[in-house]
């Protein structure tokens, strides 16, 4: 099959492939922006940890 | 009598307290003291049954206060930090108010007004009144209340010294009557009567 | 009212439980979803037939149905996980229920978007006012009404109660909104459009159908499950902090 | 018992009396929204008569909204509410006759003003009734729904918006078969189906809708 024959669609190519586009962009869109928010919350946290730590053992030493 | 078992509160992710256990009987006082962010406020309000607790239970009269609502609230009287006092009425109207479904004459609320100190400006609408009075306006309740259980957060505040000794008075006629009494204050007490004190930051020292 | 009843296994529902398990299901689902959605995909486009009357256009159904289903079966997950949330305070129920939202919320949004995009060659316009559009478009509304009111309220406690009590009446609210809305449609235009009439389901499109189904579900599940590993973890932050401030 | 709930109705007309300028708001909003539709639409006494249904029930649902911000919050700020919450009655029934008090204050005039909308909209006198009708069983759905609504948003800065995103979606089907009375009615089609619904969600709202407003007030307390 011809490759523009297949994106043309009969006529029909810009609504599926703006319902497809749109809807692939959204879910990426959406997955990363859920990975990222994961690993930023584990950083902050493992910094708060290690912060709070150091001022514990300061606290004890002064 | 009010009883309390393994009591346990959590705000914003932490344990304010746990475990907690006290009962109050009839004619006994209880002074509730911790620091700033202990839970006193919130203990005050779980007691009364508008806030929920975590765990534990609470009993009055050997009935769960959950399952009987209505009883335990006609035998019960809540005075927040917030005076609850419509700025739009005058005293009168307010004490009437205040006083729910209880059928009192106005003989008696103008009697209690008297009392309190603002029989005189009782036809003013309360947002003409300054602080102390109207936590005075909001105190006179305690003179028309049939209620046996008191709960007070922070009655003390903004009032001056002859209001204080009026309301130490009130109080501990309350109690020689058979009363209960919960409150909280940031102040040594005055009154001459026997009060037990909670320390809620005991806990985790 | 929430009690303080608990059932004891829902300890097994905890947090530290959780975390590393949907570290492990994670992967699992979002190479699931990839394969599914591949193998249906390659079956909606290049196996099944053209359709006599639609043409080539019925193949967004592809992706509509799969989205408009889910975005229904999310509702009702949530609205289950608050019903858990508020009666026996589960906080797991409550952060699962918290992670849904958006990404059902996205499956109303693209089931609305792709009805469009399906309607215009199918029905000469991008939008018509008929049951189905206007029950899904109400359902947006419902989904950012809970997110709204989540996050509008500073307390998180209060916060989860409040939401999780609006989910539930809007669960109640769900099929009322639906039939209401059918009636309304046969009373204003006489005759409802059906999309599905006329075009016979060959397995093909049957299986397409089911596999793009399938991979939204694991899809769901992967990205739920990481957003609720974030939640725990900022949780988790905001509990370090205070037990910091008490310990002054 | 009756006597108590009398007791409360009076207490909360006393209270609401005192905001006789949130009246005034609410009847001047319903008024100027009704106008609008003709000056942005169109003045062709056809059409007008077409949207004259939707026109003013649109209306009156928005003023319930905007009438609804006031319901708790007043009460919440100055410690009123938590006392009320207090008082040894079942709260549900006290918010039942609260809601009613409200629907009397706020509601009320706006079914009473309906009628003379319906003449701006050039509407015959029989579809003028339904119209009241409909909106004398129709908006005290509208304050019983509206009310979980504003119980749950009670204090929040941003609540104005909020409740209207919560509320819309349960207005709709009261919507629907309110509007679809009135223009039924001009089809000359039989109405008794709509008024059937109508009361039949009216009754159960009224059932439902004070222990709803009561948990979510609990929540909102907590």
Redesign the interface.
């Known amino acids: 099959m011809d490759i523009a024959e297949f994106l043309h ?4 190519g810009f ?2 492939w ?3 586009g ?2 692939l962009f ?2 990426i869109v ?2 990363v922006w ?2 990222k ?2 690993n ?3 950083k ?2 493992e910094r ?2 290690a912060d ?1 730590a150091r001022v514990d053992g300061q606290g004890m030493n002064g | 009598m009010l009883e309390v078992e393994g009591l346990a509160a959590e705000r914003e992710e932490r344990l304010l307290f746990s475990g907690l256990s006290v009962s109050v009987s009839a004619g006994e006082g209880l002074h509730i003291i911790g620091e700033n962010g202990a839970g006193k406020t919130t203990l005050l309000r779980i007691l009364c049954g508008l806030t929920l607790q975590s765990a534990g239970k609470i009993s009055w009269c050997g009935q769960a206060v959950s399952k009987f609502r209505e009883e335990y609230c006609s035998d019960l009287l809540y005075l927040g930090h917030k005076n609850a006092n419509k700025t739009e009425l005058n005293c009168r109207e307010n004490l009437r108010l205040a006083l729910g479904v209880l059928p009192v004459s106005d003989d008696a609320i103008s009697d209690a007004l008297h009392d309190t100190g603002l029989g005189l400006i009782s036809h003013l609408p309360t947002r003409f009144l300054s602080q102390g009075q109207q936590r005075r306006l909001s105190l006179a309740r305690l003179l028309l209340t049939k209620s046996k259980l008191w709960i007070l957060d922070e009655p003390y505040v903004a009032l001056d010294y002859k209001a204080i000794e009026w309301l130490d008075s009130h109080l501990e006629r309350h109690l020689s009557n058979q009363g209960m009494l919960i409150l909280t204050s940031h102040q040594k007490l005055t009154m001459s009567s026997e009060i037990r004190v909670l320390n809620l930051g005991e806990q985790y020292a | 009212m929430s009690g303080i009843r608990r059932i004891p296994w829902m300890k097994y529902a905890s947090a530290s439980n959780f975390y590393p398990l949907a570290n492990l299901l994670v992967p699992i689902f ?1 190479s699931l979803a990839l394969v599914l959605a591949a193998i249906g995909l390659h079956l909606g486009f290049f196996v099944a037939p ?1 359709d006599y009357q639609q ?3 019925y ?2 159904m592809f ?2 149905v799969p ?1 408009a289903w889910m975005s229904m079966f999310i509702y009702l997950l949530l609205a289950m996980y608050a019903v858990i949330s508020l009666v026996w305070r589960v906080k797991m129920a409550d952060i699962m229920a918290y992670s849904l939202a ?2 059902g919320a ?1 499956f109303t ?2 089931a609305l ?2 009805g469009a ?2 309607g ?2 199918t029905w000469g316009t991008y939008w018509i006012w008929d049951a189905r559009l206007t029950s899904e478009l109400l359902l947006l509304f419902l989904y950012l009404g809970y997110m709204g009111l989540y996050s509008a309220i500073p307390d998180r406690q209060r916060a989860s109660r409040a939401a999780s009590f609006l989910a539930i009446v809007g669960a109640v609210n769900v099929p009322i909104i639906y039939f209401s809305v059918i009636w309304w449609n046969t009373l204003h235009q006489g005759s409802s459009f059906s999309v599905s009439s006329g075009a016979s389901m060959t397995d093909a499109m049957l299986y397409s159908l089911l596999l793009m189904v399938f991979a939204c579900w694991a ?1 769901t599940i ?2 739920v499950l ?2 609720a ?2 939640i725990i ?2 949780r ?2 905001v509990a ?2 205070a037990s ?1 401030i008490s310990k002054k | 018992m009756h006597k108590m709930l009398w007791a409360l109705f009076n207490r909360d007309m006393t209270l609401f009396m005192q905001r006789k300028q949130d009246v005034v708001t609410v009847l001047g909003f319903f008024l100027i929204a009704v106008a609008l539709f003709p000056l942005g639409i169109s003045s062709d006494p056809d059409l007008l008569r077409t949207i004259a249904p939707g026109a003013i029930w649109i209306a009156a649902l928005f003023s319930t909204v905007l009438a609804l911000d006031r319901l708790f919050s007043e009460d919440l700020d100055d410690g009123t509410l938590e006392q009320q919450m207090l008082m040894p009655v079942p709260i549900s029934l006290m918010l039942l006759v609260r809601l009613v008090a409200h629907w009397v204050i706020t509601s009320l005039p706006i079914v009473l003003l309906a009628p003379l909308m319906g003449l701006q909209f050039g509407l015959a006198f029989n579809e003028i009734a339904i119209l009241t009708l409909s909106l004398l069983i129709g908006t005290p759905i509208l304050v019983l729904l509206g009310a979980i609504g504003a119980a749950l948003t009670v204090g929040l800065k941003s609540s104005g918006g909020l409740v209207t995103l919560l509320l819309l979606p349960l207005y709709v089907p009261v919507l629907i078969l309110g509007t679809s009375a009135v223009s039924s009615t001009m089809n000359g089609v039989d109405v008794t189906a709509h008024f059937s619904l109508l009361g039949a969600a009216l009754i159960v709202s009224l059932v439902l809708s004070p222990f709803a407003v009561a948990t979510a007030l609990k929540i909102t307390l907590d």
Do not use: C, D
């Open positions: 669609m009969g006529g029909h609504y599926i703006g319902s497809y749109t809807a959204l879910m959406e997955g859920v990975f928010r994961r930023k919350a584990k902050e946290l708060m940890e709070f | 979002m053209i043409g080539n256009s193949r967004i992706i509509h989205a958006p990404t996205m949004f693209i978007l792709t995009l399906w215009r060659p899809y992967a990205v990481r957003r590993q974030a973890l900022e988790k932050k370090l902090w910091q």
